[in-house]
Structure formats: structure tokens, C-alpha cells
């Protein structure tokens, strides 16, 4: 074997690149030589799966841009600070209970009357329920006697009762 | 782009997409110096290859790994390799597939090289903007990835024969 082999030929360029000349030297090399012969068969083999796999193309699902689109949207709120998040999904709650709270803070500092402390005391004295009553169910009304009731049975002639 | 690292649909619509959020995020780094269409197949090409690098690669192909499909695409191929065959889709996915597994021997970056100036015909020029390398490392990798592609499918194609006479030869005895 006289001449050099070809491989070197086939690793330094694409075969689709090869001159003429470079073609013929390497055909009639791997004629005559072995391994130049199977070097160049996997190299043309090589090139055309590479061609084929290239040549493969993968079309998108109909659904790709929706899930990009839905991507781009959870990113975007991931990008958004914590606390502008928070204040995002619970500022309306959070407004109205301080409202409602303020509200009822001016009820009970500011109204008239309020905040002199009627003690308990006094409010069992104006009402006509005495906890007895309301426990045993009774109304107050039925038993008491009025004044006269009472002076006329204190006063009342013997005789005349008899 | 992201086609010619994967071949399952999922992990191209997975890749696409994370390409498409980059863009969007590193929208303000563009400078309009080059084209768009460039900007974006880098950081195609960037992300794609730190996929890869991080999924775990064959590091051999062998034999044994052929199905019958690929044995018999290889039969045809060898009969008459230079003759332009009957290029059935089924064909074609038969070789896809066994490219795609030839391919998964070389690192993503050589892999990447040779499938773009091999495979889709583009100058070292074109992929050295395409990855930000430069022309002579665009033309090692290529030159290295030729290389180890070639002995791989030497390697696959002389077990082949062997196991090829193998069977022949038990036959023969058997009859």
C-alpha cells in the first residue's frame, strides 16, 4: 500500500464538500484498502442519518402558545414583590375591616352618652327583671302588691273582714 | 432549533418554551447590534446545550442496541450506499432515531457542531455566530465529532458483520 490512507481526508471536511479530486483519490484509496473502505461506508453512513435526522421536523401542539402564554403569566406575577402580591389578593378584606374597625372605634369614643360607664348596678335598678325572676320565669307583675293593696290589708277593719 | 437537539415533542415544546421566557426576561439586553432572528437562536443554543449537559449521555452504541428497523436500514444503506433509496416517513424516522442515538455518544457542544455543518450544510462562519465560539474551536469540535461519529458506526458496522456471520454460519450448521 503504497499510497496514504484517506481517512484524514474524510475527518476534515463534510463529504458534500469534497472536490473532485479529493472524491476519486479517496474512492480509488478505499478500492484497495480495508479500513480506508470501511472508514469511508460509516462516514457516508454518518452523513446521511445525520441528514435524516435533520431533515425530521416536530410541529408544535395546537396548545404550545397557550402554555407559553400561561408561562409568561406565572412568571411575571412570580417577578412581583411578596408584599404587592399579598396586598393584590387581600387588600379589599383587609380595607374594609380597618373601616369597619375605625367605625365602630368612633361609635364608642365619640357618640354622645357613651363611655360614662352606666355600671350594672344601675341598669338592674331601671330594668323590672330581677335575675330571680328571669331564672325562675316569673314575671314580676304576677306577686308584687301595689301600695294601697298593701296599707288597705294592713289597715283593714277586723270586723269588717270577718 | 431546539428540533435538532431533541426528538421527543415534549422536550422541544419544554426547551421552545423556556427559550421563549428568556427572551422575554432578557428582552432589555438586546442592543439591536445584530439580527433577532440571531439573538434568539443564541439563547436557543445556550439553553439547549445546558439541557443536555445536564441529562445524563450514552457513552457507548452498540449492536445490541439496534432493532430490527435499524438493522434493516443499515442492510439497504450498505447494499447501495450511494444510491438515493425509497424514502418512506417510516424510513426516514427509522434513521432519525438511530442518528439521534449515534449522536448521543458525542458531548452536546459536538453534537451541536456536527449536526449543523454536517447535517443543515452551515460554514463554520455561521456557527461560530450561532454559538458565540471561535472558528477554530467550531472547526476542532466539528473535525473531533466527525471523527468519533465514524468509529463509532465502524465499530457498530464491523459487530454487525461479525454477529451477521455468526447467525449465517449456525444456520448453515444447523442444516
Redesign the interface.
Known sequence: MKEKHVIGI???S?L?NLTESELLTVRGHAEDCLPCR??Y??????????????????E??PF?QT??LA??RE?QQNNVPVLSRLWKSAGVLVSSMALTTAALAAFSFLAPGAGTGASQETVAALSPYSAESVVLDQDPSDDQMTDEQVLSTIYADPDEAR | MA??FF?Q?SL??EA??EV??KA??QLGSYEGRGSMEGWLTRIATNTCLNTLRAAKRRTEFTVSDLTEDENNW?DE??SD??SELHRSAER??V??D???R??ETLSPEDRLT??L?????ASVKEVAEMTGWSESKVKVRA?RA??R???A??KL??RRGAKLQVASGSESAGE
Open positions: 474524510l475527518e476534515n463534510q458534500a470501511r472508514a461506508e460509516a462516514a457516508q453512513l454518518s452523513t446521511l442519518l445525520i441528514k435524516e435526522r435533520v431533515a425530521e421536523t416536530i408544535p401542539s404550545f402554555r407559553v408561562a409568561l412568571q | 428540533g435538532r426528538r415533542r422541544v415544546e421552545a418554551q421563549f421566557l422575554f426576561t443499515l444503506k450498505l450506499v450511494s426516514q424516522f434513521a432519525a438511530l442518528a439521534d449515534l449522536l456536527l449536526t455543518i454536517d447535517g443543515e450544510d473535525f466527525r471523527k461519529v465514524r468509529e458506526m465502524e458496522l464491523s
